[in-house]
């Protein structure tokens, strides 16, 4: 059983910046993938960002360029840096973690933290 606990969310301008935390209870040298997903009012669950055991990320095409993803094996915490925030960017985000097949695909993650909402908005 893995625990994942996010942090660092908040209120923020819009072009802003903030940095989400997610730690895990179990050694993240093990899991194969965490990610980022989030979820907006009204709306489903969407990918954000992963990233492998391997360092290999993949990012939706809303965040490149703005949002990166990391991960610091020794603290068991994944990241995720988002800068140049936008109101559209405003939704719970969740951290994932786990060993999907398909890294993208949010069904196939074991674990998910309870959320951190971030809102963007002057």
């Known amino acids: 059983q893995v625990q994942l606990v996010e942090s660092g969310g908040g209120l923020v301008q819009p072009g802003g910046s903030l940095r989400l935390s997610c730690a895990a209870s179990?050694?993240?040298?093990?899991?194969?993938?965490m990610g980022w997903y989030r979820q907006a009012p009204g709306k489903q669950r969407e990918l954000v960002a992963t990233i492998t055991n391997a360092y290999i990320t993949n990012y939706a095409d809303a965040v490149k360029g703005r949002f990166t993803i990391s991960r610091d094996n020794a603290k068991n915490t994944a990241y995720l840096q988002m800068n140049s925030l936008k109101p559209e960017d405003t939704a719970v985000y969740y951290c994932?973690?786990?060993?999907?097949?398909?890294?993208?695909?949010?069904?196939?993650?074991?674990?998910w933290g309870q959320g951190t909402q971030v809102t963007v908005s002057s």
């Open positions: 994932a973690a786990g060993w999907p097949t398909i890294v993208t695909l949010k069904d196939e993650y074991d674990y």
């Open positions: 179990a050694t993240s040298s093990s899991i194969y993938a």
